[in-house]
């Protein structure tokens, strides 16, 4: 979960996330504010760290090394190259395989998947439009991974040479996934989730967790939904337990449709 | 014929453990719900890996707590990896939270720092030879009491400990290919002496 305070992460926690995104702001307030948005003041992370007990995580720039640097030295625990931020590099991502400190990144085909794989993220998220509460692009994006998936799942050995060559990826990783018939690392689902409808609908598409970022503090009453959708991940296939964890949440965020933005995160870094 | 293991499943390394139980030939349950411990006649538990705060606040708020515990203290064979080591100790370093407690011995959470203090080794675990440890964020036992055996230990840390129908590990067995803790948790499972992969 998204958390911008010490007070938020410990409600965060309370709720019963698993880990904390440290940011100065929510992506929603990234959205509003517009400018470069960077990596978050250190000392506003080290307050967080201190507050939870649960693993703390933070973005940085994609492309942006030193960033990732100055967060590896302060312990965080996840760095997340993101596109949520202003990109740093518009060519090169990270070579996150030079750091002891587990990335996750964000992708919204198998290309991406792949190549974050490729050079070093130990976790893939889905982009989804970041700060929306409009949850389409996190469910195009994962619907997408996955129907690559079982492309290759069902695709000839000697063919594979040319699935990798259209990917733009290694080949060793399209021969992994046509073996195994998922991604080398768990596959998350981001951007736009706001209720527990939302994070089960992408539980139910095949995520392995959820990131809630601007719907959980953008929304009327913030404990409750959040213990709500940590439960609905939980019990993503219980529709009796989801209506009674959907009731009187308040106001969910107001969000803003794909088609009312002029700004879409998910194009930065492919 | 097949053991019916139970693996918590509210967050955490679940689908691992399930992954190499069921390498071990066992039915495998994902434990969600009440419901999930009524409709099947379990043989053993499995208690994962994963942030034991979440763990344990979503076994309270699942209604998962009282008959998890009931049978646990009634003998049921159980295998606390990581969080779950946590959910069994009987006390917590510098913390008043206890969740199962069942297990007579002092644990300390994330003993080893951040992720950054995150690593792997090998270590000699009950006679069954050297087998590979991820430790991640892990825990270890910084004492035991009365009953209870010790069975690993890594930089003079107590990191695997088993007393009566428990066992727990700090570090996380269902990470690597090797089945040996599985296979020791399943000796125990079948009543049997314990027994070592060669």
Known sequence: ?270 | MKNTIGVLAVQGAFAEHIKALQKLNCHCIEIRKPSDLTDHSLDGLVLPGGESTVIGKLLRELALFEPLKDRIEAGLPVLGTCAGLILLAGQIAEDDTIHFGTMNMVARRNAYGRQLGSFQTAAEFDGCGTIPMVFIRAPYIESVGASVDILARVDHHIVAARQGNMVVTSFHPELTADLTVHQYFLSLVQHKAKTCIA
């Open chain 1, 1 to 270: 979960m998204d958390v911008t305070t010490a007070e938020q992460a410990r409600i965060a926690q309370e709720a019963g996330a698993c880990a904390v995104m440290a940011l100065e702001r929510i992506p929603a307030n990234i959205r509003s504010a517009g400018g470069v948005s960077r990596m978050s003041d250190p000392k506003m992370i080290k307050s967080i760290q201190a507050a939870v007990s649960i693993p703390v995580m933070a973005k940085v720039r994609i492309g942006h090394f030193a960033e990732a640097q100055i967060l590896e030295a302060i312990e965080i625990d996840y760095i997340d190259e993101s596109e949520v931020l202003s990109p740093a590099d518009d060519t090169y991502h990270i070579d996150k395989t030079s750091f002891s400190v587990p990335f996750v990144c964000g992708a919204k085909d198998l290309g991406e998947a792949l190549r974050r794989i490729s050079e070093g993220a130990s976790m893939i998220r889905t982009k989804g439009e970041p700060g929306t509460g409009d949850v389409v692009q996190a469910v195009r994006h994962m619907r997408l991974i996955n129907q690559q998936i079982r492309m290759i799942q069902n695709t000839r050995e000697d063919e594979l040479f040319q699935v990798a060559k259209d990917l733009q990826v290694p080949y060793e990783l399209v021969q992994l996934v046509n073996e195994t018939g998922k991604l080398p690392v768990v596959n998350f689902a981001a951007g736009g989730i706001a209720t527990p409808a939302d994070a089960a609908l992408m539980m139910q598409l095949g995520a392995e967790g959820v990131f809630v970022g601007s719907g959980i503090f953008k929304s009327g009453n913030p404990a409750k939904r959040a213990q709500a959708i940590v439960k609905a991940v939980t019990n993503y296939n219980d529709a009796k337990l989801l209506a009674e964890l959907s009731e009187d949440l308040g106001e969910a965020m107001v969000g803003i449709n794909e088609q009312e933005i002029e700004l879409l995160m998910a194009q930065r870094g492919i």
